[in-house]
């Protein structure tokens, strides 16, 4: 009885391990492929819903004083949205960028849009740096919300029809503005 | 240089404003992007409770997972002011959420809605609960190896009088027991044979 006991139990054992081994396994691998998968992405990129999409409108007054500006009268041009703050260091290096780019491309029309920073300061910066382009004041941030920003340098390129066909969310290079332009220009 | 910028400023300023006359206005109206107003509109202490509830189902998009309700950075404080605007313009939860993920993506609804692939969230602790419970039913009910064992006879016991095989080492342990028990010569009282140390 014991001998017949101990053969019947040891059978299921080893079974018993290959299921265990096979279940595992069912949830191990797909979670490392999932991780492997991942592995180069940026957690903190989260896609803009809006590339494809209309730029959402907006009027705004520009720094400095003078008229309202209104996104939907700059249809037909490609515009260059350009969220920034005289606090953000990013800002601050891709502006000779922007700068040149506005300067040179004058069938493009740039645009700044001041992100939770102050007229004054905004003032005294283009003063020093100088500015090709106006900056839009967005005094409570409804713009801001409407591009979806979550911080800055933030820039959209909107193509003539008025659909941003790109986001950027750091501090943009010469040779970057010139590829996004080429696709707003098109 | 800076002639050729302020006229350049200056252009797209008047381009800008031609068809002029307008105020500077929020952004795009609402029901342009979730309909016209579903809910009714709210005033005083009905609205900043509802502007709450309905703050504490966004992400703040600068903050590191908390709610528009709970942060104070001025982003937080932007987006519930224009909670506030939407809910008092009449728009139900759904169409403000909407309306921030339009802008934001489902990444800024802090509860992920029950679509594609955000089943699983919601579903999968109920099945590897269900699942855990199966597994450790089955585990209780099945027979163990160890029953088995415990019926077996236990064979030779050792006595207390055995002696080590090892000649040497036996002279020792009846020391040892002499000194241990008090039994003398090492042999235990009840010994049927005295154990014959080993010379």
């Known amino acids: 009885m014991t001998s017949a006991g101990?053969?019947?139990?040891?059978?299921?054992?080893?079974?018993?391990?290959?299921?265990?081994?096979?279940?595992?396994?069912?949830?191990?691998?797909?979670?490392?492929?999932?991780?492997?998968?991942?592995?180069?992405?940026?957690?903190?990129?989260?896609?803009?819903?809006?590339?494809?999409?209309?730029?959402?409108?907006?009027v705004l007054s520009p720094a400095g004083g003078g008229a309202?500006?209104?996104?939907?009268?700059?249809?037909?041009?490609?515009?260059?949205?350009?969220?920034?703050?005289?606090?953000?260091?990013?800002?601050?290096?891709?502006?000779?960028?922007?700068?040149?780019?506005?300067?040179a491309r004058s069938d493009v029309t740039f645009l700044g849009v001041v992100y939770q920073d102050e007229e004054a300061r905004i003032r005294e910066f283009q003063k020093r740096y100088g500015s090709a382009y106006p900056s839009?004041?967005?005094?409570?941030?409804?713009?801001?919300?409407?591009?979806?920003?979550?911080?800055?340098?933030?820039?959209?390129?909107?193509?003539?029809?008025?659909t941003i066909v790109a986001k950027v969310s750091y501090a943009l290079g010469a040779d970057e503005i010139q590829g996004h332009l080429e696709k707003a220009a098109r | 240089m800076r002639g050729l910028r302020a006229a350049l400023v200056a252009g797209v300023l008047g381009a800008a404003t031609m068809s002029s006359g307008q105020e500077a206005k929020p952004a795009a109206d609402p029901s342009t992007v979730v309909g016209p107003p579903r809910a009714g509109a709210l005033t005083g202490d009905a609205l900043e409770k509802r502007t709450h509830e309905v703050a504490a189902l966004l992400r703040c998009p600068v903050c590191q997972g908390l709610s528009v309700a709970d942060s104070p950075s001025t982003m937080a404080t932007n987006m519930r002011g224009?909670?506030?605007?939407?809910?008092?313009?009449?728009?139900?939860?759904?169409?403000?959420?909407?309306?921030f993920e339009r802008s934001y993506g489902e990444f800024v609804r802090l509860q992920p809605p029950l679509r594609?692939?955000?089943?699983?969230?919601?579903l999968a602790p109920i099945v590897g609960l269900?699942?855990?419970?199966?597994?450790?039913?089955?585990?209780?009910?099945?027979?163990?190896?160890?029953?088995?064992?415990?019926?077996?006879?236990?064979?030779?016991?050792?006595?207390?009088?055995?002696?080590?095989?090892?000649?040497g080492l036996a002279p020792f342990v009846l020391r040892i027991r002499e000194r241990a028990y008090g039994w003398p010569g090492g042999v235990s009282p009840g010994a049927k044979t005295a154990a014959e140390p080993v010379a």
């Open chain 1, 68 to 103: 309202p500006v209104s996104l939907e009268s700059l249809r037909g041009r490609p515009i260059v949205l350009n969220f920034w703050a005289t606090w953000c260091a990013p800002c601050i290096q891709e502006h000779p960028a922007l700068n040149a780019a506005a300067s």
């Open chain 1, 136 to 162: 839009l004041l967005d005094p409570d941030g409804k713009t801001a919300i409407a591009y979806g920003i979550a911080g800055v340098p933030e820039t959209f390129f909107i193509d003539t029809k008025g």
């Open chain 2, 130 to 167: 269900l699942g855990g419970g199966a597994v450790v039913w089955w585990a209780l009910r099945r027979p163990h190896a160890g029953d088995a064992v415990t019926t077996e006879p236990l064979g030779e016991v050792p006595g207390r009088d055995t002696l080590p095989e090892d000649s």
């Open chain 2, 82 to 99: 224009q909670v506030r605007d939407l809910v008092a313009a009449g728009y139900d939860q759904e169409q403000i959420l909407a309306y």
């Open chain 1, 6 to 58: 101990s053969t019947a139990t040891a059978a299921p054992r080893g079974l018993l391990n290959r299921r265990v081994l096979a279940v595992g396994l069912l949830f191990v691998i797909p979670l490392l492929v999932v991780l492997l998968m991942n592995l180069g992405r940026d957690p903190h990129a989260v896609r803009s819903p809006l590339v494809g999409r209309a730029a959402p409108p907006f």
């Open chain 2, 116 to 122: 594609g692939v955000n089943w699983l969230v919601w």
